[in-house]
């Protein structure tokens, strides 16, 4: 039976993936991932599942090991934070180039310089097109349900991709929340034992990581986007499954209170639930506002943004880290790209947000739709803004 | 396993390009990378067997009667086996 617990979301990001029984979890220690890496260590040298946990010097060796360990076949998590992810960078793509299922929880912090170790979400964007399916939590519940679906998903016979969860550093890690912990026997009957596409093993010689020059390449680079593509059915069916079983439902863009709404306020991540109560403030007032909250962002929601939309005038979309010189917020720049070709489609607005831990609360996000809306579905002369930054 | 050939399209393409012939990166022919081809005057020839150790494509063996030669098909041309040969019995040519 799962039980009601309260439980730091860190910690519990382990202990979901302990429920998992993984073989291996090869970490490297970073703020605000800490107590993921501590509490892993923890489960295998307690002996609370059979597993290795290998000590590795940087966030590239983890990866590396991570890779190495996934095949052989082993069930593996490695988890990482801001500058790890960027050291980790240069071996992100070909994890998923090897079709490996590994499981990666990311505490999002900002990235250097100025040094900072607070939450946005420019770590992992820059990360966007390594090839790795990619969600995220809005909550310790989400946190420890996707970790679990992760590794089901990224196991998958139809999808073997490696998958990132990512759960907002400190905002979300380092919070104590109440959270519905599955029991053992339930995740066991949801999460099938590991079957592997090949593994390295002596005795049956492979060859993985292999060569490809321009006569074969981009046929390569074609399989892995469509695998990453098709890998979305999948989800879908995995997210129903969950919520059969669990009684939690997923998708891939959650609404709230869009039934009617003129003004729609998109987020990633834990800010949802601020935003949630800015637009009920909104709608008592009369303000006709609703929120998409985005859980998947790779592979991107495309039919579900489309939908989400329809009748729509204004859409603020919500970004949490920059694209210098470039469109504004990655998030904005994908939507608007998204819905460019739709024959009506609403007037985007991109707030910048929350940078480097800067705080969000419900009076922001209410003063961020009630501007939209006095705009009347106009098009603004900027692209984007940095929402609250102190002009001279 | 089935291994499938040469992928002729995206969709041939092995999960994760494993592949589970081994050797079969011998059948990649890297002697097409090269520009220039070692040629050996076996009258300056000591035998010494320099060229065969340097070689760093492992391309270069001894024949029948002690002479040195390269396999065309994966000597990519580096240069590295007249460079290192002291009596000066190798020299590059250029490729028609």
């Known amino acids: 039976m799962s039980k009601r617990i309260g439980m730091e979301v860190a910690v519990a990001a382990a202990e979901a993936a302990a429920l998992c029984r993984f073989d291996v979890a090869a970490v490297y220690p970073i703020t605000p991932q800490s107590h993921i890496a501590e509490h892993l260590s923890d489960i295998v040298a307690d002996g609370r599942i059979d597993a290795e946990f290998i000590t590795v010097e940087s966030e590239h060796s983890a990866m590396s090991a991570a890779i190495g360990a996934a095949a052989t076949g082993a069930r593996v998590i490695t988890a990482t934070s801001s500058q790890g992810l960027m050291y980790m960078h240069e071996v992100l793509p070909i994890a998923s180039a090897m079709r490996l299922p590994i499981v990666m929880p990311i505490a999002n912090r900002a990235v250097s310089g100025p040094l900072n170790i607070l939450n946005d979400h420019s770590d992992i964007m820059p990360q966007r097109d390594s090839g790795w399916i990619s969600m995220f939590a809005e909550n310790g519940q989400e946190t420890v349900d996707m970790i679990i679906q992760a590794f089901k998903i990224a196991e998958h016979p139809d999808v073997q991709l490696p998958v990132n969860v990512n759960i907002d550093g400190f905002q979300l890690t380092h919070m104590v929340e109440p959270m519905i912990m599955p029991d053992q026997d339930e995740v066991d009957r949801f999460l099938p034992p590991l079957v592997p596409y090949a593994t390295l093993h002596p005795d049956r010689p492979v060859s993985m990581g292999t060569f490809a020059m321009n006569d074969v390449y981009t046929e390569v680079m074609k399989s892995k986007d469509m695998a990453l593509r098709n890998s979305k059915q999948t989800i879908l069916k995995i997210w129903k499954e969950w919520e059969k079983l669990f009684g939690r439902k997923y998708e891939p863009i959650t609404g709230y209170r869009t039934e009617g709404a003129e003004i729609l306020l998109l987020t990633m991540g834990s800010m949802g639930e601020t935003a949630e109560i800015a637009i009920d403030e909104l709608r008592r007032k009369g303000v006709p506002a609703g929120l998409l909250k985005m859980k998947l962002w790779r592979p991107f929601p495309f039919e579900e943004l489309k939908k989400a939309v329809q009748g729509v005038k204004t859409l603020i979309v919500t970004d949490r880290a920059v694209s210098f010189g470039g469109p504004g917020g990655p998030v904005a720049g994908e939507v608007r790209s998204a819905l460019y070709d739709e024959p009506s489609r609403p007037a985007i607005i991109n707030e910048i947000i929350g940078l480097g831990g800067r705080d969000m609360t419900v009076e922001h996000f209410i003063d961020i739709v009630k501007k939209a809306a006095k705009s009347g579905g106009k098009k603004r002369k900027e692209a984007y803004e940095f929402y609250g930054v102190r002009e001279a | ?96």
Request: aromatic share 12%.
């Open chain 2, 1 to 96: 396993m089935v291994e499938k050939k040469w992928p002729e399209s995206w969709q041939n393409v092995n999960r994760g390009c494993v592949v589970f012939r081994p050797g079969s990166a011998g059948e990649y022919h890297t002697g097409s990378w090269r520009a220039q081809r070692p040629v050996w005057d076996n009258a300056k020839c000591i035998k010494c067997g320099l060229c065969y150790i340097v070689c760093p494509e492992g391309c270069i063996s001894e024949g029948p009667d002690g002479y040195f030669s390269a396999n065309l098909d994966y000597c990519k041309g580096c240069g590295i086996c007249p460079h290192e040969c002291w009596p000066g019995a190798i020299r590059m040519v250029e490729e028609g």
